[in-house]
C-alpha cells in the first residue's frame, strides 16, 4: 500500500486465520486407506471461512511430527493434527507435541474425568489400569471425544498466538470432535478475527480455458480479480471459474450479482450453464422429482455411463425408468424399433438414428423424456466424416424429438465422461423447456 | 549393527529410494476436489518399492511452493509435484521451479517439439501464439504429456543428487505422465540405487483380513514373509495380499511358484480369483475375444455400471452385445419377460427373478452369456430378510441358468461397485466353466 492512495477508501481487512493440518500414520502414504479427514476438513474449513492454508501426510515418527509442527505453526494460527492420539505404542502424537512445548506429562485427575466420560457414551468403564489415556501433558487441555475413547489434545501458546489441536485418526470420531470441541476452541480464541467466506462458481461449457481468457474475454481474469481470488478448474465438459471472497451475506450477493452481469456482457455468456456447483445428475434429478416428470435413455457409445451418474443417486429410482444399451445395430432396431433404414442411409452416429432411438427409448419405457447417445468413444471407429469424439444427442417428449452433434477431445475414457455430461445437460435443458 | 554380529551374513542393504509429493492448488484445500493423485501415487510407489515419505498440499503460491519444495528436497530423493502446470494466470509451479534452482526462462525449441506432439495426439495443432507452453527453465527437460497438453518438468539436481519432476493435475494425466515418463527417469537417474522389485499379488473375494489372517490361515502372513515384504490392500470385493520382493527374474518366477503353492494348500485357496494385477473388466474382455463369444447384461440395481465397465475398454463392441437399465418392475416384465408371478412371489432381489432377467437378456440380445444384477444399494429399500446391501447375480447361457445371492457393506456408490466387480467376476467363471 503505497503513500500516495493513503486518502482513497481502504474496507477494514481482517486477514483470515490460517488453519494447516498434518495427517500422522503410515496407513494413508503405504497406500493401504483412501484420505477421509483432510477432504473432510477442506470442505469444511471453507464453509466456515477459515484458511486451509497447508495439508501434510506424514509418517508416525517423532521427527517427522516435530518437523511438520514447526512448519505449520509458522505458516498457519491453528494447527489441526488427526491420527496417533490412541493408547498402543505406535500412537506419538500425545508425546511429541508435550515434547515439542517442553512440557512434563503427568497424572492429571481432570482428564481422568474426561476419558471416564468418554468411556461411559458407549456404556463402558474405564479404570487407569486400563492405559495411560489419563497421563497428560501439564498446561495442555483434554477434550471429550464424541465418538471415541482417546481424549483431544488441546494447547494454546499465548506467546505467538497459536491454537494446536490433536484429534483421532477414525474418520468418524474426527470430524465429530472438530465441529463439536476444536471448532467452540478457535472462536473462543479467535473470536476478534472471524469473517465469513463465500464463492461465486461460473461453470461454462465446450470452450478452452485458452479460449476464454486469451481470445473471447482476454480481460475477464482481471475483472474478476477485483471482487477476490480467481481459478479456472477444467472439469469434464468445460472450464469452472471461480471467484472466491471474503465478506458478509450482502456483500456477497452483491458481488455475485455484478459478477454475473459482467459475464452475461461477455461473449462468455452463451457457453455458461450454470452459477454455482452442483453436479449435472443432481440438478437433472432435483428438476425431475420436482416436475413429477419421468425419463430413460438409449444409450450406443456411452455404454451405460449416463445411466450409471443418475443411479448413483439415491431417489433415482422414483423418476429413472431404466435404460437401453444398444451398442449393436441390431440391437438399435430390434429393441428400440430404429428403421434398417435409416441405419443404412445416415449411419449409426446421425442426427436421424439418435431421433429414432430417443423416441423408441420414450416408448419402451413409457416416460416424459427419452435421451440418446449415439458416437465414436474411439481410438478406433472414425472416419473422415465423422471423427472420434463426434457424438449425437437424442432427445424424444410426447411433442417433440430431435437432435445435436457434438465433437469432443479427450481418450476414450474422458469422451464417454463428456458425452455422458452433456446427454445428462441435454435432459436439463429440455426438463427446462430450453430445447 | 553392532561388532559382535560382524562374522554373520549380511546381505547388501541398498536404502530404498524416497519419495516426497507436493500437491500444488487451490482446488483441493478449498474442498472443491478430491484428491486422487496423492491416494494414486502412494499405491504405485508402493508396487514400485519405494518409500513415500511425505506428502503436502499446498496453495498454487511461489512461497508456499518454495518452502515446500525445500523440506521435500531436504528428507527425499525425488520430489513429484502435480497441478499448477497449465497455460493460465494461477499456474505457478514452471516459474517457481525455474526460480528455485536459479535458471532463466527462455523459448526452447525442442519443448515446442513436445508441446506440437502433445497437441497432435488430440488431432490439434499448436502455434506459438497459443499459450507460452514452450518457454521453458533452461538446462531443465520437458516430457511428453501422453493424455495432455502442457509438458512434464523435470530437473535433476546435479550436486545433491535430486531429482525433480512436475507433472499436471489432472489425475488421468498424472497418472500416465507418472507410470510413462517420470518411472522411467527415476529407472535411469537412480540406476545404482535401484533393485529389481517383483511383487506376487493373491486377489481374493468374499473373506474379512481378520478372518484370513487370525481363523482361516493363521500362520500364512509369516510362511509368506519368509519371501519378503507383506502386506494386504483391501479391495472393492476382496482383499489383495501383495509380497513384494528384491532380486532378478528368476527368483521371482521361483518365488511365486512357492508361494502359490503355499496358497493352494491353504483354506485360502477357494477365495482366490487371481494371482496378478489385472482388472476383471479386462480379463472378462480378452477371455470373451479369445474365445469369440459374446454377451449382454440386465441390470437393475447396478444402473449401467457393469456395462460402462465394459465399454471403457476400446474393442467391447466385437463381444458386448448391449445391456438393459430395468430399474422399474413393469421394464423387468416388459422389456426381460419376467413373469408378474415371479415378481410378486419372491421379490425383485430374488434367486428367481434374477434368473429369469438374465435368461431376458440371453434371448433378447442373442448371446452367449447373459448377466443379471438385482439388489439393494441403499441408502434405503432394505427389509429384514434383504438388508440394504443384498444381491443377487444372475447367468444365462444357453444350457444352464441360475443366480447366486451376496452380501456387501460399504455405502451406495461403494455398493454399485462391489456389485459391478461380483457381475464381471461371475461373467469370467461362466466363461471358464467355474459355475
Request: net charge neutral; hydrophobic share 40%; proline share 4%.
Amino acid at each position: 500500500m503505497s503513500d500516495k492512495n493513503a486518502s482513497s477508501f481502504v474496507p477494514s481487512f481482517v486477514p483470515p486465520l490460517k488453519v494447516s493440518m498434518i495427517v500422522i500414520g503410515d496407513e494413508i502414504l503405504n497406500g493401504r486407506t483412501a484420505d477421509l479427514n483432510g477432504s473432510w476438513l477442506s470442505k469444511y474449513l471453507f464453509i466456515k471461512g477459515l484458511e486451509f492454508k497447508a495439508l501434510r501426510f506424514i509418517h508416525d515418527d517423532i521427527d517427522e511430527i516435530n518437523h511438520a509442527l514447526s512448519a505449520s505453526m509458522n505458516e498457519s494460527d491453528i494447527v489441526i493434527t488427526s491420527g496417533g492420539i490412541g493408547p498402543t505404542i505406535d500412537d506419538k502424537t500425545k508425546n511429541t507435541l508435550a515434547n515439542f512445548f517442553q512440557k512434563k506429562i503427568i497424572e492429571r485427575i481432570d482428564v481422568a474425568d474426561i476419558v471416564t466420560n468418554n468411556y461411559a457414551q458407549f456404556g463402558r468403564s474405564w479404570t487407569p489400569e486400563q492405559n495411560r489415556y489419563h497421563f497428560f501433558p501439564e498446561d495442555f487441555m483434554a477434550t471429550n471425544n464424541p465418538r471415541g475413547l482417546a481424549p483431544g489434545i488441546v494447547y494454546f501458546e499465548e506467546t505467538k498466538k497459536k491454537l494446536v489441536m490433536a484429534g483421532p485418526g477414525v474418520p468418524r470420531e474426527f470430524t465429530e470432535i472438530v465441529e463439536k470441541e476444536f471448532y467452540p476452541l478457535i472462536q473462543k480464541y479467535f473470536a476478534n478475527r472471524f469473517q465469513e467466506n463465500y464463492q461465486t462458481v461460473i461453470r461454462t461449457m465446450g470452450v478452452s480455458e485458452e479460449k476464454i481468457f486469451f481470445e473471447l474475454c482476454p480481460t475477464l481474469w482481471s475483472d474478476l480479480e477485483k471482487f477476490g481470488k480467481v481459478s479456472s478448474l477444467p472439469q469434464t465438459i468445460g472450464i469452472d471459474i471461480v471467484i472466491s471472497y471474503h465478506g458478509n451475506l450482502l456483500e456477497h450477493e452483491k458481488a455475485e450479482g455484478e459478477i454475473k452481469k459482467i459475464i452475461q456482457n461477455s461473449a462468455l455468456a452463451n457457453h455458461v450453464w450454470q452459477y454455482g456447483n452442483r453436479a449435472v445428475n443432481e440438478m437433472v434429478l432435483d428438476l425431475a422429482i420436482f416436475k413429477k416428470r419421468t425419463f430413460s435413455f438409449a444409450e450406443s457409445c456411452t455404454g451405460g455411463l449416463v445411466a450409471s451418474k443418475i443411479t448413483d443417486l439415491s431417489g433415482s429410482s422414483s423418476v429413472f425408468m431404466g435404460g437401453f444399451v444398444t451398442y449393436a445395430n441390431e440391437a438399435k432396431i430390434n429393441l428400440l424399433g430404429v428403421k434398417p433404414s435409416t441405419l443404412e442411409n445416415f449411419g449409426a452416429v446421425s442426427i436421424e438414428v439418435a431421433t429414432e432411438m430417443a423416441i423408441g427409448a420414450l416408448l419402451k419405457f413409457k416416460t416424459d423424456y427419452a435421451i440418446s447417445i449415439s458416437g465414436i468413444a474411439g481410438p478406433t471407429g472414425g472416419t473422415l466424416d465423422r471423427p472420434v469424439g463426434t457424438v449425437v444427442i437424442g432427445f424424444a417428449t410426447k411433442n417433440k424429438s430431435g437432435a445435436r452433434k457434438f465433437l469432443f477431445p479427450g481418450d476414450r475414457i474422458r469422451r464417454k465422461e463428456r458425452f455422458s455430461e452433456m446427454a445428462l445437460l441435454t435432459l436439463l435443458k429440455l426438463m427446462n423447456e430450453e430445447i
